[in-house]
């Protein structure tokens, strides 16, 4: 069974930081594109950050310059390095794999991490 297990969340102060990792199982890592998305209470799930088998990455422009995503294939292992918090960055962050384009039903995602930023 896929698994994705988040790890690295917390409480911080405003201006902190903090490094979010996503360890994938059982998926061959190496093909899918990898993402971290959020979700505040009261709001629609959001795309953070998202990177692709091939390294291309793009970001949310509420955290574009503080925020980088990137991948380590042969740890199976996707990171999130937030600088510069905010209480806004507030919410639980979501690990999502995805290859759907090449294999039908691969989308996952792990079952969340609380950030919290106190102001």
């Known amino acids: 069974q896929v698994q994705l297990v988040e790890s690295g969340g917390g409480l911080v102060q405003s201006g902190g930081s903090l490094r979010l990792s996503c360890v994938a199982s059982?998926?061959?890592?190496?093909?899918?594109?990898m993402g971290w998305y959020r979700q505040a209470p009261g709001k629609q799930r959001e795309l953070v950050a998202h990177?692709?088998?091939?390294?291309?990455?793009n970001y949310a422009r509420s955290v574009k310059g503080r925020f980088t995503i990137s991948r380590d294939n042969p740890k199976n292992t996707v990171y999130l390095q937030m600088n510069s918090l905010k209480p806004e960055d507030t919410a639980v962050y979501y690990c999502?794999?995805?290859?759907?384009?090449?294999?039908?039903?691969?989308?996952?995602w792990g079952q969340g991490i609380q950030v919290t930023v106190s102001s």
């Open positions: 990177i692709t088998r091939g390294g291309s990455t």
């Open positions: 059982k998926i061959f890592f190496t093909i899918y594109n």
């Open positions: 999502n794999a995805d290859t759907s384009e090449l294999v039908t039903n691969s989308n996952y």
